[in-house]
Structure formats: C-alpha cells, structure tokens
C-alpha cells in the first residue's frame, strides 16, 4: 500500500519536472521598431525609438497572477517617472509624492479612471488596475505633469530600447497575437500591426516594423473637473510644504 506522503512526494515531483521540461522547452523571441514620420527631435535626430510597448496574448490562455504585485510612479521635479509603464492586470502602482509640494494623480477617460485626490510630500498613493486598457495619468495641479499606464492581459510584456529593440525570454512554444502601443500613434496605425506569430524552437527574431507617427496630433488635457488649468498652474507651488 503506498502511503498519502508517498503520493505527495510524488505529485510534487511530477510538479517539478514539468515546470523544469516547459523552461527547457521555453523560446526567446526578439525584434526590432522604427518609428517613422516623427516631429520630435530625439526621434528625427538621435534616432529614440525606446518607449514602445509589445505584449503577446495566446487565445485560450489563462492570464497568470503578475509576479510583481506593486509597481512604481514616482512624481519628482514636477515629472511622473517612468514616462510609460507597462504592467499586467492585477498590479498596483504606487504613486509616491517626493517633491516638496502637493499631487494630484488621476485619469478621467479612457483605462481605469482613478483620483488619488490632493496629497503632501513624502506620502504616496495606490491603485490597482484590473482591468486591460490605456490609462492617461495627469496630475490637477500642474498641466506638464502626464504619463500611461498600459495595461495588458499577459505576462509576456517588453517595451523598446533607444534602438528599438525588444525581447521576450522564456516563452512556451504555440501560436500567440502580438501587439504594439505607441503613445504617438494612432489606434487604426497600431491595430493593423496586430498578428499572430507561432513560437518554437529556441529562438525567434521577428522582421524589423516600422511604425508612423503621422497622424499623432497633440491635444491639450483638462483638469479632473473638464475645466482649463488656471495660467501659470505649471509654475505654482502653492501648495507646498518644506520637506523634513
């Protein structure tokens, strides 16, 4: 008779090697972007193509709990740090104020709508984003101050570097939708990107895209309340506080 302790020892073992027989099976998949039609300078002229988005999604597969369950966006010098964030569904994101003045963290349309609501140096604030979508940070006081938050159902997330490139490393073999954000591209530019891709093997290098920025027009936020920031709102400390 084989004992209950037997029995998990052995379903643990079995648990073991399959994880160990799927990272052996496991693939890296790489490529390149170029962003093309750009008007800003770091792109026409020192050739930045870091900041963008990919992400595979596999039809039929369940997402998995994110290994990190916080992330982070730090407002310093009247700027959100990073820029661009990109997480899975699930994850919080802190917001710590490390300025010597007030925040006011929120997104109205689009993604997750969210308001922190005014808050003092050296405290911080959290929202969990659980559900998929682009989500345009701003802060009620200051008009500069923006940034996204690219949510996405999938644990297989990269973002470009200064030249462009990106790398999945340790993907399951199988067929998978790849797919692009870039903050100054349109929608219909970024959905006729979208394909499917089937990964196998040890390594797959995808051919070099090209995505254009030009039909991107900016266009001026309002405040939490739809108003227009008051003049000079950039500039304001007034609510402000010395930093012990």
């Known amino acids: 008779m084989i004992s209950q302790s037997a029995i998990c020892f052995r379903g643990i073992a079995l648990f073991l090697l399959g994880c160990l027989c799927q990272h052996l099976r496991s693939a890296t998949v790489s490529g390149q972007i170029r962003l093309v039609q750009s008007k800003e300078s770091a792109v026409k002229r020192k050739r930045d193509y870091s900041g963008v988005v990919v992400w595979l999604t596999s039809p039929g597969m369940a997402v998995p709990q ?29 917001f710590p104020n490390l300025d010597p003045i007030f925040h006011n963290a929120f997104s109205n349309f689009e993604g997750q709508i969210f308001d922190v609501a005014l808050y003092p140096p050296g405290s911080s604030k959290t929202v969990r984003f659980d559900r998929p979508g682009i989500v345009r940070v701003f802060c009620n006081i200051h008009p500069t101050m923006s940034a996204i938050i690219v949510v996405v159902d999938s644990s297989h997330i990269a973002m470009t570097d200064h030249e462009g490139h990106y790398l999945f490393p340790m993907v399951t073999p199988g067929k998978y939708q790849i797919h692009f954000f870039h903050e100054r591209a349109t929608p219909e530019t970024l959905d006729a990107l979208d394909k499917t891709i089937t990964v196998s093997g040890e390594t797959l290098e995808l051919p070099s895209i090209a995505i254009s920025e030009a039909g991107y027009l900016p266009v001026a936020h309002k405040n939490k309340y739809g108003q227009d920031y008051r003049a000079g709102a950039s500039d304001s400390d007034s609510y402000s506080l010395p930093l012990k």
């Open 66 to 94: 994110p290994l990190r369950k916080h992330a982070q966006m730090l407002q310093k010098n009247k700027t959100f740090s990073p820029h661009i964030l990109a997480i899975p569904t699930g994850t919080s994101v802190d």
